[in-house]
């Protein structure tokens, strides 16, 4: 079974910045993916980005330029490193994994695409 424990969320004030991370275990071996999300009060749950395990990665248009996804296989952690924070940053956010990807990183950004989910860390971006 798939467990994943995400850390690093908080509040900062805008232009600040945040790392999050997130701790899997149970995951098998390789060809698996990894993702965040987000999800804001009355909103849908979106993509933020997703790695797959060759490090190619996909984002958001909203955080490209602005945030960082990277994936430690030997360690089974993944983090997502969020610079120049915006108010719309705002959400709680996912650490996801789905168990096999085999097509391209892009194809992985949809909840659905996604098996295993951690129980959310709070970010908060407010002056």
């Known amino acids: 079974q798939v467990r994943l424990v995400e850390s690093g969320g908080g509040s900062v004030q805008p232009g600040g910045s945040l790392t999050l991370s997130c701790a899997a275990s149970g995951l098998p071996a390789m060809p698996y993916c990894m993702g965040w999300f987000r999800q804001a009060p009355g909103k849908e749950r979106e993509g933020v980005a997703s790695i797959k395990g060759d490090g190619s990665t996909s984002y958001l248009d909203s955080v490209k330029g602005r945030f960082t996804i990277s994936m430690d296989t030997a360690k089974r952690t993944v983090h997502l490193q969020m610079n120049s924070l915006k108010a719309d940053d705002s959400a709680t956010y996912y650490c996801?994994?789905?168990?096999?990807?085999?097509?391209?990183?892009?194809?992985?950004?949809?909840?659905?695409?996604?098996?295993?989910w951690g129980q959310g860390t709070q970010v908060t971006i407010s002056s």
């Open positions: 996801a994994a789905r168990l096999v990807c085999t097509l391209d990183v892009d194809q992985y950004m949809g909840a659905t695409d996604f098996h295993a």
